[in-house]
């Protein structure tokens, strides 16, 4: 079996740590000059596949024993139908004041957003905090006015591996993906209807049940 194939990042932070170890994941996010939010899947990756040794309160080490390809293979060919979840969705004319609360209310970090049944855009926590602190009228502006629009929003269907899931929210430094579907509007338009998301907390569920020896049935 190959090895994982590692992003250009992930082959940054290895070099990074064998030449600093022991290095803590803040002065990894430091060289890199990125958040350690943003780093965290990077790290799990590598210490789940081996890379990398974690030792609480000390750091980083490189153990460059990879194991072998079981475990990657086993998440490239496991389905994104199998571990997406619900996703938080509202209608584009929903006001910028109700799509907060809705946030707050569903705990999530990211709201998608439809037009008739089609995904047509998606809204952070970011989006909503440049809004808030602005002098708009949140009480009256709708969602679809900050929104991210397709087609600038990544995606997956429930066929794609969990790996292309996992590898499009560390790409594309976003806290979830939506699941779709391709449908046909009234209109004959083509588009995409949300069925799912996939999250960060999603893949860290993965890991976790992996751990366990919960996923034996898929």
């Known amino acids: 079996m190959n090895p994982i194939e590692l992003t250009k990042r992930q082959n940054q932070i290895i070099e990074l740590v064998k030449k600093h170890q022991p290095i803590t994941s803040e002065q ?29 309160k000390v750091g980083y080490f490189y153990s460059g024993q990879p194991v072998n390809n079981i475990l990657s293979d086993f998440i490239k060919n496991l389905k994104v139908e199998n571990i997406k979840s619900t996703p938080v969705v ?10 907060i609360v809705t946030l707050f209310l569903e705990d999530v970090g990211t ?12 809204v952070s926590r970011k989006d909503f905090l440049k809004i808030a602190i602005g002098n708009t009228d949140i009480h009256k ?18 066929e794609d591996s969990a790996y292309d899931a996992a590898a499009k929210i560390i790409e594309h430094e976003v806290d979830s993906v939506p699941v779709v579907e391709p449908i046909t509007c009234e209109n004959g338009k083509a588009g995409f209807k949300i069925t799912g998301k996939v999250s960060k907390t999603n893949i860290t569920r993965l890991f976790y049940d992996l751990c366990n020896d919960k996923l034996g049935g898929f």
């Open 141 to 158: 502006v709708p969602v679809g006015v900050i929104m991210t629009r397709m087609p600038n929003i990544a995606f997956v269907r429930d």
């Open 90 to 99: 509202v209608s584009e004319d929903t006001t910028v004041y109700d799509a």
């Open 111 to 122: 709201i998608y957003v439809h037009n008739k049944g089609m995904l047509t855009g998606v």
């Open 28 to 56: 990894i996010a430091e060289k890199l000059n990125m958040t350690r939010a943003a780093l965290r899947p990077d790290l799990t990756v590598l210490t789940m596949a081996g890379y990398l040794e974690a030792r609480p």
